[in-house]
């Protein structure tokens, strides 16, 4: 996709603190991080979102997951992290280009969700 943020980062065309990448994804530290660990891993291609996810994904979505521990412990989360996708309107999506956010530290990340 043309004006799409993260595909800029992937290709490089935009500029990011890389952590990780293979055929099949990029890794990169978040610009604004939540905790000390907070890197961004997403598919190279486009995808929207979680939302927009077919079967075909599965080789990409499933590298997302499997690459996730060893970039916390390699980058200050080696006790554990926590992986979240937020997804649309509801998750809170605000970059449309499908990501996993991978936090920690040397501290716990806190409750899962706040009671609203
Ligand atoms: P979302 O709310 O869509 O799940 O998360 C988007 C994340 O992307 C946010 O944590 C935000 O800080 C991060 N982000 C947005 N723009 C940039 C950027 O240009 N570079 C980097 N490294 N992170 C970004
Ligand atoms: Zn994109």
Redesign the pocket.
Known sequence: MTDC?FCK?AQGE?P?RKAYEDDLVYA?????PLRPTHI?AIPKKHIASLAETTAADEPVLGRLLSVAWQLATENGSPDGFRAII?TGRIG????PHL?L?IVGGETPVGPMLCKI
């Not at 809170?92 to 970059?95: A, R, W």
């Open positions: 943020l980062i935009i990011s990169f530290h978040d610009i604004h961004l937020n809170g999506q605000e970059v990501h956010h």
